[in-house]
Structures are given as structure tokens and as C-alpha cells.
């Protein structure tokens, strides 16, 4: 039984370890000062181009662009191109989220394993 326990804990730990390093894009555009920034100018604006996010910023418009291209690849913008301007806004998709929760609900469940007090500490 104790056996089991400690492969079922196991698994736990390997699950929580699995989903965090899925998250680690995110993890990285959501821990960089100005990114957060930016995303705050998101919850009021809802839809910028980089112009916009420059005259709110004293980053230059590369610097911005850079930024950008991280939160999209991280999933937590979007980007529309119309015409010559290409607009971002926050992602509607709630992939960021249920990315976040998974994380959430991994580590719950391994603090949660009564299997934990098994474990032998040096």
C-alpha cells in the first residue's frame, strides 16, 4: 500500500512539475516590470497598436515591439493586422487561465495526498 501511495505521489509531483514548465512562456512575460505595464495599459485601452503603447511608455518603439512579441508568444495578447496597423489586445481565449488553474489544481492535489506523510526527510 505504501508502495502505491508513494507512485500515485509520484505522479503528483511529476504532473505539477509538467504544467509548470508549460507555463514557463508565461511565467516569463508576466514577470518583467514593463510587460506588466503594458498589460495593465490593456485592462484600460483594451485595443493598441504599438504607436499607442509607445506615447504611454518611455521605451522606444522597437523596445515596445520587442514586449509585445513576448506576450503574444506567451498567449496572453492577440494581435489583428488592419491595413498597415497591427493591434493587440488581451487574448479572449481563456488559455492563460486554464493554464494557470491546471497549475493550481496539480499542486492542490499533491498538498493535498496524504501519501505526503510518508515521505522520509533527511
Do not use: C, W
Not at 21 to 26: A, F, H, L, V, W
Not at 65 to 74: F, G, M, R, T, V
Not at 95 to 111: F, P
Amino acid at each position: 500500500m505504501k508502495e502505491r501511495s508513494q507512485s500515485v505521489l509520484l505522479e503528483k509531483k511529476q504532473a505539477l512539475l509538467d504544467e509548470i514548465r508549460k507555463s514557463t512562456d508565461i511565467f516569463k512575460a508576466l514577470a518583467d516590470p514593463v510587460r506588466q505595464d503594458i498589460l495593465m495599459m490593456f485592462m484600460i485601452a483594451k485595443r493598441m497598436n504599438v504607436a499607442q503603447v509607445v506615447e504611454q511608455s518611455h521605451l522606444s518603439r522597437p523596445a515596445i515591439s520587442h514586449h509585445l512579441k513576448i506576450l503574444k508568444q506567451a498567449g496572453i495578447l492577440d494581435s489583428v493586422k488592419e491595413k498597415t496597423e497591427v493591434y493587440y489586445s488581451l487574448t479572449l481565449e481563456n488559455s492563460v487561465i486554464d493554464q494557470l488553474k491546471a497549475i493550481i489544481h496539480a499542486a492542490e492535489s499533491l498538498s493535498d495526498d496524504p501519501a505526503k506523510s510518508f515521505e522520509e526527510h533527511p
